[in-house]
T-cell receptor, first 115, second 112 residues
């Protein structure tokens, strides 16, 4: 079982809907991430939060809006998505510090389908 | 941006065969990680290599970090159907943000 919990596991939504993806970790990690992954491709970084502050936004369209309410929670708000946004959305967390070999712990993702 | 190239991209083998996956870059890394991702799940860390020339073993999996810390390999002995999955190498970019760069991935299928 993963220590990073993502809900829902599956989500089907229309292009005019508003929905949110949720991610939770209780490992005391202070860095959290959102990735987008297409089938059989590597994850693509979307956002990085460090100490609850957005530190990286990889030119993601504004129809994706991240939120970090506290150090354990990370949300991704979705609005007016396009069919090409259908993918697996992965959340990850890691300890924050100077060491460069700290691994990222991934959740099992939310499989998103846009109709 | 540091670029990680993996080869092969796809690999389909019979149970019991051996295989090697490569991860190459022109950049030097302080460390490199290998992940395996099974269908319907997120990537799971297999190993982190830190020292040039380092070799780590995890049951039938052997990981090696190149002497110059620019490349790495993953060797699987006597592959089993349970080894099927997407294998990803990854390295942390330099800088203050903990940004992980993934390799292009190797999709391994082990047939019974």
């Amino acid at each position: 079982d993963t220590e990073v919990t993502q809900t829902p596991k599956h989500l089907v939504m229309g292009m005019t809907n508003k929905k949110s993806l949720k991610c939770e970790q209780h490992m005391g990690h202070r860095a959290m991430y959102w990735y987008k992954q297409k089938a059989k491709k590597p994850p693509e970084l979307m956002f990085v939060y460090s100490y609850e502050k957005l530190s990286i936004n990889e030119s993601v369209p504004s129809r994706f809006s991240p939120e970090c309410p506290n150090s354990s929670l990370l949300n991704l708000h979705l609005h007016a998505l396009q069919p090409e946004d259908s993918a697996l959305y992965l959340c990850a967390s890691s300890q924050h510090g100077r060491a460069s070999n700290q691994p990222q712990h991934f959740g099992d993702g939310t499989r998103l389908s846009i109709l | 941006t540091q670029l990680l190239e993996q080869s092969p991209q796809f690999l389909s083998i019979q149970e019991g065969e051996n295989l090697t996956v490569y991860c190459n870059s022109s950049s030097v890394f302080s460390s490199l990680q290998w992940y395996r991702q099974e269908p319907g799940e997120g990537p799971v860390l297999l190993v982190t290599v830190v020292t040039g020339g380092e070799v780590k073993k995890l049951k039938r999996l052997t990981f090696q970090f190149g002497d110059a810390r620019k490349d790495s390999s993953l060797h699987i002995t006597a592959a089993q159907p349970g080894d099927t999955g997407l294998y990803l190498c990854a390295a942390l970019e330099t800088g203050s943000a903990r940004q992980l760069t993934f390799g292009s991935g190797t999709q391994l299928t082990v047939l019974p």
